[in-house]
Protein backbone atom coordinates (compact mmCIF):
# COMPACT_ATOMS: atom_id res chain seq x y z
CA UNK A 1 0.00 0.00 0.00
CA UNK A 2 1.21 3.31 -0.78
CA UNK A 3 1.02 7.03 0.83
CA UNK A 4 -2.03 7.54 -0.91
CA UNK A 5 -4.48 5.78 1.42
CA UNK A 6 -7.09 6.87 2.75
CA UNK A 7 -6.99 6.79 6.65
CA UNK A 8 -9.76 7.20 9.62
CA UNK A 9 -8.83 7.87 12.50
CA UNK A 10 -11.16 6.32 15.10
CA UNK A 11 -9.92 8.62 18.39
CA UNK A 12 -11.32 7.58 22.08
CA UNK A 13 -10.56 11.49 23.90
CA UNK A 14 -10.96 9.53 27.35
CA UNK A 15 -8.10 6.71 26.91
CA UNK A 16 -5.26 6.53 29.18
CA UNK A 17 -6.96 9.22 31.59
CA UNK A 18 -7.28 12.00 29.05
CA UNK A 19 -4.09 11.31 27.21
CA UNK A 20 -6.37 10.53 24.23
CA UNK A 21 -7.81 13.76 24.21
CA UNK A 22 -4.64 16.00 24.26
CA UNK A 23 -3.22 13.50 21.15
CA UNK A 24 -5.90 14.23 19.14
CA UNK A 25 -4.80 16.85 17.88
CA UNK A 26 -1.63 16.20 17.46
CA UNK A 27 -1.97 13.70 15.36
CA UNK A 28 -4.08 15.62 13.25
CA UNK A 29 -1.75 17.90 12.82
CA UNK A 30 1.13 15.37 11.94
CA UNK A 31 -0.81 13.56 9.56
CA UNK A 32 -1.45 17.23 8.34
CA UNK A 33 1.93 17.85 7.51
CA UNK A 34 2.69 14.33 6.39
CA UNK A 35 0.14 14.98 3.52
CA UNK A 36 -1.71 12.06 4.29
CA UNK A 37 -5.10 11.73 3.04
CA UNK A 38 -7.18 11.38 6.44
CA UNK A 39 -10.60 12.04 8.42
CA UNK A 40 -11.11 12.38 11.91
CA UNK A 41 -14.08 10.59 13.79
CA UNK A 42 -14.40 11.12 17.41
CA UNK A 43 -15.61 8.34 19.99
CA UNK A 44 -18.51 10.08 22.51
CA UNK A 45 -19.98 6.44 23.77
CA UNK A 46 -18.85 2.72 24.29
CA UNK A 47 -20.90 1.27 20.91
CA UNK A 48 -18.97 4.21 19.04
CA UNK A 49 -15.60 2.44 18.34
CA UNK A 50 -16.94 -0.17 16.04
CA UNK A 51 -19.87 1.53 14.64
CA UNK A 52 -17.94 4.43 12.97
CA UNK A 53 -15.00 2.07 11.97
CA UNK A 54 -17.59 0.10 9.56
CA UNK A 55 -19.18 3.23 8.58
CA UNK A 56 -15.64 5.10 7.66
CA UNK A 57 -14.71 1.72 5.73
CA UNK A 58 -18.19 2.02 3.91
CA UNK A 59 -17.43 5.88 3.47
CA UNK A 60 -14.19 4.88 1.68
CA UNK A 61 -11.33 5.18 3.90
CA UNK A 62 -8.37 2.12 3.21
CA UNK A 63 -6.89 2.21 6.92
CA UNK A 64 -9.16 2.61 10.04
CA UNK A 65 -6.53 3.89 12.89
CA UNK A 66 -7.46 3.20 16.28
CA UNK A 67 -6.64 6.05 18.98
CA UNK A 68 -6.85 4.58 22.32
CA UNK A 69 -6.28 1.80 24.31
CA UNK A 70 -6.48 -2.20 23.70
CA UNK A 71 -10.25 -1.83 24.45
CA UNK A 72 -10.37 0.43 21.79
CA UNK A 73 -8.11 -1.21 19.29
CA UNK A 74 -10.10 -4.16 19.54
CA UNK A 75 -13.46 -2.57 19.20
CA UNK A 76 -12.46 -1.30 15.96
CA UNK A 77 -10.98 -4.84 14.58
CA UNK A 78 -14.52 -5.86 14.71
CA UNK A 79 -15.69 -2.75 13.02
CA UNK A 80 -12.91 -3.45 10.14
CA UNK A 81 -12.91 -7.23 9.93
CA UNK A 82 -14.20 -8.85 6.97
CA UNK A 83 -14.44 -5.44 5.09
CA UNK A 84 -10.78 -5.83 3.08
CA UNK A 85 -9.66 -2.19 4.86
CA UNK A 86 -6.40 -2.41 7.50
CA UNK A 87 -5.96 -1.78 10.72
CA UNK A 88 -3.93 0.78 12.56
CA UNK A 89 -2.98 1.37 15.98
CA UNK A 90 -2.12 5.07 17.35
CA UNK A 91 -1.47 3.50 21.25
CA UNK A 92 -3.09 5.86 24.00
CA UNK A 93 -4.30 3.48 26.63
CA UNK A 94 -2.97 3.07 29.83
CA UNK A 95 -1.86 -0.49 28.81
CA UNK A 96 -1.29 -0.94 25.11
CA UNK A 97 -0.44 -4.54 25.32
CA UNK A 98 -1.72 -5.36 21.79
CA UNK A 99 0.97 -2.20 20.26
CA UNK A 100 3.58 -3.80 21.70
CA UNK A 101 2.71 -7.05 20.23
CA UNK A 102 2.68 -5.51 16.81
CA UNK A 103 6.35 -4.40 17.25
CA UNK A 104 5.37 -0.21 17.44
CA UNK A 105 6.61 1.67 20.08
CA UNK A 106 3.68 1.98 22.69
CA UNK A 107 4.55 5.09 24.16
CA UNK A 108 5.51 7.04 21.04
CA UNK A 109 1.93 7.05 19.40
CA UNK A 110 3.36 9.58 16.96
CA UNK A 111 6.16 7.48 15.88
CA UNK A 112 3.07 4.91 14.91
CA UNK A 113 1.09 7.54 13.12
CA UNK A 114 4.44 8.62 10.45
CA UNK A 115 4.03 4.91 9.65
CA UNK A 116 0.54 6.07 7.78
CA UNK A 117 2.65 8.21 5.58
CA UNK A 118 4.08 4.78 4.16
CA UNK A 119 2.35 1.99 6.02
CA UNK A 120 4.25 -1.39 6.02
CA UNK A 121 1.04 -4.36 6.13
CA UNK A 122 0.85 -7.54 7.03
CA UNK A 123 -1.67 -9.97 8.73
CA UNK A 124 -2.39 -11.76 11.69
CA UNK A 125 -5.05 -14.31 13.31
CA UNK A 126 -8.00 -12.85 14.56
CA UNK A 127 -10.18 -14.95 17.08
CA UNK A 128 -13.79 -15.30 16.91
CA UNK A 129 -15.34 -16.23 20.50
CA UNK A 130 -18.97 -17.40 20.59
CA UNK A 131 -20.52 -16.68 24.22
CA UNK A 132 -24.84 -17.04 24.89
CA UNK A 133 -24.68 -13.47 24.42
CA UNK A 134 -22.76 -12.30 21.77
CA UNK A 135 -20.30 -13.40 18.99
CA UNK A 136 -17.52 -11.24 18.83
CA UNK A 137 -14.11 -10.77 17.21
CA UNK A 138 -10.56 -9.81 19.26
CA UNK A 139 -7.19 -9.81 18.82
CA UNK A 140 -4.92 -9.93 21.61
CA UNK A 141 -6.16 -12.02 24.76
CA UNK A 142 -9.41 -13.54 25.94
CA UNK A 143 -10.02 -15.21 29.24
CA UNK A 144 -12.22 -16.14 31.93
CA UNK A 145 -12.08 -16.97 35.82
CA UNK A 146 -9.55 -14.96 38.02
CA UNK A 147 -8.53 -13.16 35.33
CA UNK A 148 -11.86 -11.79 34.17
CA UNK A 149 -12.52 -10.46 37.37
CA UNK A 150 -9.43 -8.76 37.54
CA UNK A 151 -10.23 -7.53 34.46
CA UNK A 152 -14.19 -6.01 35.64
CA UNK A 153 -12.43 -4.80 39.13
CA UNK A 154 -9.45 -2.30 36.92
CA UNK A 155 -12.60 -1.26 34.87
CA UNK A 156 -13.57 0.62 37.55
CA UNK A 157 -10.38 1.73 39.00
CA UNK A 158 -9.87 5.70 38.69
CA UNK A 159 -7.22 6.38 40.46
CA UNK A 160 -4.35 4.28 39.18
CA UNK A 161 -3.18 3.21 35.62
CA UNK A 162 -1.38 1.02 33.49
CA UNK A 163 0.42 -1.72 35.23
CA UNK A 164 -0.37 -0.50 38.57
CA UNK A 165 -3.89 -0.90 37.95
CA UNK A 166 -3.84 -3.91 37.16
CA UNK A 167 -1.50 -5.23 39.70
CA UNK A 168 -3.68 -3.71 42.21
CA UNK A 169 -6.81 -4.99 41.09
CA UNK A 170 -5.25 -8.78 40.92
CA UNK A 171 -5.15 -8.81 44.94
CA UNK A 172 -7.68 -7.08 45.92
CA UNK A 173 -9.62 -10.13 43.48
CA UNK A 174 -7.23 -12.75 45.01
CA UNK A 175 -8.42 -12.21 48.43
CA UNK A 176 -12.17 -12.77 47.63
CA UNK A 177 -11.92 -15.32 44.58
CA UNK A 178 -12.48 -19.20 44.90
CA UNK A 179 -11.55 -21.55 42.55
CA UNK A 180 -14.22 -23.61 39.76
CA UNK A 181 -14.28 -26.70 38.04
CA UNK A 182 -13.44 -25.91 34.71
CA UNK A 183 -13.01 -28.33 31.58
CA UNK A 184 -11.23 -26.75 28.54
CA UNK A 185 -11.69 -28.22 24.90
CA UNK A 186 -8.68 -28.46 22.94
CA UNK A 187 -9.65 -29.55 18.94
CA UNK A 188 -12.02 -32.02 20.54
CA UNK A 189 -9.76 -32.76 23.42
CA UNK A 190 -11.42 -32.25 26.87
CA UNK A 191 -9.36 -31.29 30.29
CA UNK A 192 -11.35 -30.82 33.25
CA UNK A 193 -9.51 -29.40 36.25
CA UNK A 194 -10.17 -27.39 39.34
CA UNK A 195 -8.59 -24.04 38.68
CA UNK A 196 -8.68 -20.49 39.00
CA UNK A 197 -8.55 -19.28 35.46
CA UNK A 198 -7.73 -19.84 31.59
CA UNK A 199 -6.39 -16.96 29.24
CA UNK A 200 -6.60 -17.57 25.75
CA UNK A 201 -3.75 -15.63 23.91
CA UNK A 202 -3.46 -14.39 20.22
CA UNK A 203 -0.73 -12.61 21.40
CA UNK A 204 1.26 -12.79 24.24
CA UNK A 205 0.38 -9.69 27.29
CA UNK A 206 -2.50 -8.29 28.51
CA UNK A 207 -2.35 -5.98 31.82
CA UNK A 208 0.53 -3.78 31.06
CA UNK A 209 3.14 -6.25 30.11
CA UNK A 210 1.92 -9.45 31.98
CA UNK A 211 2.98 -12.06 29.58
CA UNK A 212 0.25 -14.70 30.35
CA UNK A 213 1.00 -16.65 26.97
CA UNK A 214 4.46 -15.93 26.63
CA UNK A 215 5.11 -17.84 23.14
CA UNK A 216 2.00 -16.87 21.46
CA UNK A 217 1.76 -15.47 17.71
CA UNK A 218 -0.66 -13.76 15.94
CA UNK A 219 0.61 -15.04 12.32
CA UNK A 220 0.50 -19.29 13.48
CA UNK A 221 -2.70 -19.81 12.93
CA UNK A 222 -3.18 -21.21 16.52
CA UNK A 223 -3.91 -19.72 19.69
CA UNK A 224 -2.40 -20.74 23.39
CA UNK A 225 -4.08 -21.21 26.56
CA UNK A 226 -2.60 -20.64 29.67
CA UNK A 227 -4.52 -22.95 32.45
CA UNK A 228 -3.71 -22.03 35.91
CA UNK A 229 -5.17 -24.64 38.77
CA UNK A 230 -5.94 -24.34 41.79
CA UNK A 231 -3.38 -23.34 43.98
CA UNK A 232 -2.89 -21.86 47.52
CA UNK A 233 -3.47 -18.03 47.65
CA UNK A 234 0.20 -17.77 48.82
CA UNK A 235 2.11 -19.48 46.05
CA UNK A 236 -0.17 -17.40 43.78
CA UNK A 237 1.23 -14.43 45.24
CA UNK A 238 4.96 -15.53 45.38
CA UNK A 239 4.71 -16.48 41.89
CA UNK A 240 2.16 -13.92 40.10
CA UNK A 241 5.75 -11.76 39.72
CA UNK A 242 6.84 -13.97 37.14
CA UNK A 243 4.63 -13.29 34.61
CA UNK A 244 5.80 -10.38 33.81
CA UNK A 245 8.86 -12.25 32.37
CA UNK A 246 6.78 -15.14 31.08
CA UNK A 247 8.36 -17.20 33.98
CA UNK A 248 4.94 -18.22 35.29
CA UNK A 249 4.70 -21.21 32.91
CA UNK A 250 7.38 -23.30 35.00
CA UNK A 251 5.22 -23.24 37.73
CA UNK A 252 3.35 -26.99 38.32
CA UNK A 253 -0.14 -25.50 38.48
CA UNK A 254 0.35 -23.61 34.97
CA UNK A 255 -0.35 -25.67 31.86
CA UNK A 256 0.02 -24.52 28.83
CA UNK A 257 -1.90 -25.95 25.79
CA UNK A 258 -2.45 -24.93 21.84
CA UNK A 259 -4.88 -25.34 19.46
CA UNK A 260 -7.41 -24.06 16.82
CA UNK A 261 -10.77 -23.73 18.92
CA UNK A 262 -11.15 -23.71 22.04
CA UNK A 263 -14.23 -23.79 24.10
CA UNK A 264 -14.61 -23.51 28.20
CA UNK A 265 -17.10 -24.35 30.48
CA UNK A 266 -17.29 -23.85 34.36
CA UNK A 267 -19.48 -24.42 37.25
CA UNK A 268 -20.73 -21.10 37.30
CA UNK A 269 -21.14 -18.46 34.91
CA UNK A 270 -17.90 -16.32 34.86
CA UNK A 271 -17.22 -12.95 32.87
CA UNK A 272 -15.96 -13.39 29.63
CA UNK A 273 -13.34 -10.15 28.89
CA UNK A 274 -11.62 -10.13 25.49
CA UNK A 275 -9.07 -7.15 24.67
CA UNK A 276 -10.08 -5.61 27.75
CA UNK A 277 -13.84 -5.72 27.45
CA UNK A 278 -16.89 -7.87 28.72
CA UNK A 279 -18.02 -10.19 25.82
CA UNK A 280 -20.66 -12.25 27.64
CA UNK A 281 -20.55 -15.28 30.53
CA UNK A 282 -19.50 -18.98 29.66
CA UNK A 283 -19.70 -21.51 28.48
CA UNK A 284 -17.76 -19.68 25.18
CA UNK A 285 -15.68 -21.06 22.42
CA UNK A 286 -13.21 -19.15 20.61
CA UNK A 287 -11.95 -20.24 17.07
CA UNK A 288 -8.67 -18.93 14.86
CA UNK A 289 -9.44 -17.35 11.61
CA UNK A 290 -5.70 -17.34 10.18
CA UNK A 291 -4.37 -14.04 8.47
CA UNK A 292 -7.94 -12.50 8.69
CA UNK A 293 -7.31 -8.62 9.31
CA UNK A 294 -4.50 -6.84 7.88
CA UNK A 295 -2.45 -4.79 10.15
CA UNK A 296 -0.27 -1.41 9.73
CA UNK A 297 2.78 -2.99 11.68
CA UNK A 298 6.77 -2.89 11.26
CA UNK A 299 7.77 -6.33 9.82
CA UNK A 300 8.90 -8.05 13.03
CA UNK A 301 11.01 -10.84 13.21
CA UNK A 302 9.13 -13.30 15.95
CA UNK A 303 6.60 -10.13 17.16
CA UNK A 304 5.27 -10.76 20.41
Known sequence: MTGSAVVAVV??????????????????????????????????????????????????????AALGGDGQVGACANGVIGTGATLAVIPAGTGNDFARHLGLDRKDPLAATRLLADPPIRKIDVVRIVT????????????????????????????????????????????????DDFTVTVDGRSHPFRGMMLAVGNASSYGGGMLVCPDARSDDGLLDVCVIQELPKWQFVKTFPKVFKGRHV???????????????????????????????????????????????????????
Open 250 to 304: EHPAVTMLQGREISISAGRPFQVYADGEAVGTLPATFTVLPSALPVVAPPVEGAR
Open 132 to 179: PQHERYFVNVGGAGFDSEVNEHANKVRRLSGTAKYVYSTFVTLARFAA
Open 11 to 64: ANPTSGRGKGAKLIPKVDALLRSLDVSHTLVICEGPDDPERLARDAVERGADIV
